[in-house]
């Protein structure tokens, strides 16, 4: 406090105590800047997965930044504007940003793509937002049909004898005993069915998407755990 009474050395008064005016635009900068250090403390977290917590960050910084950009506090106005500029560079074209960040919401049993979708109506327009779940509904599509590939693979790995043929010698069955035979068949079957279910990824994904959500409020929800729990469920969606 020192520096509010000192004098320079024509014996002038310095610049003195902070007025109403300068606490009143102490407290819209340090609110400004609360919201970008929360985020940065959330990006920079090393001792849990943030993937999925990039977008309700950034949707936040967004949202605030719309809302002080129309503030009748000058100050604040003015710095929102000019951050907003910066935030704008990296996110506020559609085309360049990355929808995987948009695919991990989506695989958190808590928010899912309705939230998504919910989300991006609040900052964006309505082709905005239809361009961005296209090309999420392309994205799980695709990323659907790689892991379901690697399964149908696996499973045909693991079928066939190495070094032997694809399908069971007919003769052989037809020679061999009559309930050794049925049991080889059945344990074909069995096979059928588990690739089938394994490949029915179309359903499996609506199926993970219309299931009720998890409990948001929840603080001591695990996500990679309910995966590791839900993988005998969702065989293809837990590879992601």
Request: with cysteine; charged share 30%; hydrophobic share 35%.
């Amino acid at each position: 406090m020192q520096s509010f009474v000192d004098k320079d050395k024509n014996g002038k008064s310095l610049i003195g105590p902070p007025g109403s005016k300068d606490w009143e635009n102490c407290v819209f900068f340090c609110r400004f800047l609360k919201v970008f250090y929360e985020a940065t403390l959330k990006f920079s977290a090393s001792l849990f997965v943030t993937s999925n917590s990039y977008f309700h960050e950034v949707f936040v910084v967004r949202g605030k930044l719309l809302k002080w950009s129309s503030s009748d506090k000058l100050n604040l106005k003015d710095m929102a504007l000019k951050m907003k500029l910066k935030y704008d560079k990296y996110w506020g074209n559609i085309e360049k940003q990355n929808i995987l960040l948009y695919v991990a919401v989506v695989l958190d049993p808590r928010y899912k793509l309705k939230f998504v979708t919910c989300c991006l109506r609040k900052l964006y327009g309505d082709d905005d937002v239809n361009a961005i779940v296209s090309s999420l509904n392309e994205c799980l599509s695709k990323l659907m049909s790689h892991y379901s590939n690697e399964i149908k693979l696996k499973n045909s790995e693991d079928v066939t004898p190495q070094g032997g043929p694809t399908n069971l010698d007919k003769s052989t069955m037809l020679d061999s005993d009559d309930d050794d035979s049925f049991n080889l068949f059945e344990s074909e079957f069995d096979k059928e069915c588990d690739e089938d279910e394994a490949l029915d990824t179309k359903n499996e994904l609506d199926r993970y998407l219309m299931e009720r959500n998890e409990d948001r409020k929840n603080k001591d929800f695990d996500i990679l755990v309910w995966w590791k729990m839900s993988s005998t469920k969702y065989p293809v969606t837990t590879r992601k």
